[in-house]
Structures are given as C-alpha cells and as structure tokens.
C-alpha cells in the first residue's frame, strides 16, 4: 500500500507539472501583458521599461521557473482586472461551484441509484425500458440546452423559481457564504442543480443498472435466495452494497469533473463560481486568472483521481496493485 501511494504521489506530481507548463506557454499566446495592463496611450519606452521590470525579456526557461516557484509559493500572478492575487479571487469564487456540484451530486445519487437499482431487478418491464430511454434522452442531449428549458419553463413560462444568481447567502462558521441555509438561497441552487444533475444521472443509472446486474449473477447472491432471505435485504444491502464500490469510484472523479464542468451552467444561470469566473476572464483577456484557473483546476482534478485511487485500494484490497499484497 505504502509503494502503491508513492507511485500515485509521483504519478500526480508529474501530472501538475505538465499543467503548469500548459499553464505557463498559453500566457504568451493570449495577448500582449503589458497592453492588457496599461492600455494603448503608454508610449514604446515606458512599454519597453515595464516589460524588462515584468522579466518578459528574460529567457522563456527562466520565466518558466520563476512561475513554478511562484506557483509553490502559492503566487499565481495579479489579476489585469481585479488587481488582487489571482488565488485570491479563485479563492472567493470557489465555495458557490462546490456548492453547486455537491448539490448535483446529491440529486445525482437520490435521483440514479432507485432507478439503477429498478432498472437492474426488472430489466423487460415497462418502467424500466422508460428509465433507460429517459437515460439515453439524457446523455443526448447538451446541458446548454437543458439549462435553458429548464430556465424557459421554471423562470419565464411558470415564475416559480429565479432565473439568475446565487440569492440570499448566509455565513457558514465564518468560513464561507452559502445559500444552503435559507430558502431564497436554495431556490436559486434548483434550476442549475438540476441541469448538472440530469446531465449526469444517466451515467449512473447506466452503471449502476449494470454492475447490479452482474452482482445478481453471483454465487453468494445464489446463496442469500437459497437461505430464504427476503428480496428487499438481498437488493438493497447484499446486491447494492457489492454494486456501489464502481460507482463511489466514478462518483469521485465526477466530483473533480464538475468543478471544471460548471462552465456552462454558470454562464447560463449567473452563478457567481469559478466556471463564471472563467468565462469572464476569458472576455476580459485576463491572462493571469486564465492561468490560475487551469492551475487549480488541475489540481483539484488530479487530488480527487489520486484519493478515490487510493480509498478503492483500501476499500477493495482484491485489487491487483502492483507491490501491493492483500
């Protein structure tokens, strides 16, 4: 267990320093620094002084250390617009898009595991062949336009909840704002919940219909009908407890995947995240948040792969992991 975390520790080490090169070179593909900072009306020899006070004249592998080690330090550069550290304002984005994804995730979870679980036992019946057409429906279409339908109707057609925005936010141990603790604030998190969520509950449904489906083949499964144990127990704790080790795996790299996701659900609905955040910074040219945002992305991507890595090896030790014995 030891080696096999001290591989995945150098595997995710390598992988943050390839972000940070893609990180560093798209900086100098996106615009002029100098212009995005003082504008037009400075004259060629202030722009000339700037660039050589900024190092931009340096050699590019010098530049790319001195970002590196800023980057270990936690300096990911100023923001053109904000003129506040870039992780700064990360930062005070980012608990409004992990809100926002731990509510799609729940949905996810209470919405797909009934109707994996149905789809699963009853596989020729009639509420079970709608699921997986419903399921089908759901990965064809985009989240765009789910979160626009969803808008349409709720927010324009029927004015029953908001169309933009986070709402009322509420202080969370001093932490944080959050919307989760009051009404105003949890009527704004539905619609853009529900976008992400039936994005991605038909992935679920799907894995969970067929893992199930194996696991009802088993011998022990065999076994527990033999012993006259009621179909509930059998389905909900046997069958289920054996199918929901795959999908707690994939769940957690879901989780990582929706803080990069929410780009669009963002854009769409207002929702004041790092997604929004992006998109912004994209519009305004702001190449250092630009930056930082794919640097903590790719941070958060790569510590939520490596921990379910390394909780599926604790949890499941019949895995096969090389220097790793069960």
């Known amino acids: 267990m030891v080696s096999f975390i001290g591989r995945r520790l150098c595997q995710a080490l390598f992988v943050l320093l390839i972000i940070s090169v893609v990180s560093f070179v798209i900086q100098d593909n996106l615009g002029d620094p100098v212009r995005q ?178 696991v009802l083949q088993s011998d022990f499964i065999r076994y527990a009908w033999s012993k006259g144990i009621s179909a509930p127990r059998i389905y909900f704790l046997h069958a289920l407890k054996n199918t929901m080790l795959p999908v707690i795996t994939v769940g957690g790299i879901q989780a990582g995947t929706l803080v990069a996701y929410t780009i669009l659900t963002e854009s769409i609905f207002q929702w004041p995240g790092m997604g929004l955040l992006f998109m912004e910074a994209v519009t305004r040219v702001d190449v250092p948040l630009i930056s930082a945002y794919l640097m903590v992305v790719g941070v958060i991507f790569v510590v939520t792969n490596t921990l379910v890595d390394v909780v599926y090896s604790m949890v499941n030790p019949r895995v096969r992991i090389p220097g790793y014995s069960a």
């Open 37 to 214: 900072m003082v504008g037009q009306s400075v004259s060629l020899q202030e722009r000339a002084a700037l660039q050589q006070e900024l190092g931009l004249n340096d050699p590019l592998l010098q530049q790319y250390g001195r970002f590196l080690m800023g980057a270990l330090q936690g300096d990911l550069g100023m923001s053109y617009y904000y003129k506040q550290p870039t992780l700064d304002v990360i930062v005070s984005r980012l608990p409004a898009t992990l809100e926002l994804s731990f509510c799609a995730l729940l949905l996810v979870i209470i919405l797909a595991t009934p109707l994996g679980v149905i789809a699963a036992i009853h596989p020729k019946s009639l509420l079970s062949r709608a699921v997986l057409f419903i399921s089908t429906l759901g990965l064809s279409i985009p989240i765009f336009i789910v979160a626009v339908f969803l808008m349409y109707f709720f927010a324009i057609e029927w004015r029953v909840l908001p169309s933009f925005g986070r709402g009322e936010t509420t202080s969370f141990l001093g932490l944080w704002q959050t919307g989760l603790f009051n009404q105003d604030g949890l009527r704004h998190l539905l619609l853009p919940s529900f976008s992400l969520a039936f994005v991605l509950t038909p992935i679920f449904i799907r894995l969970i219909r067929a893992e199930m489906q194996d």
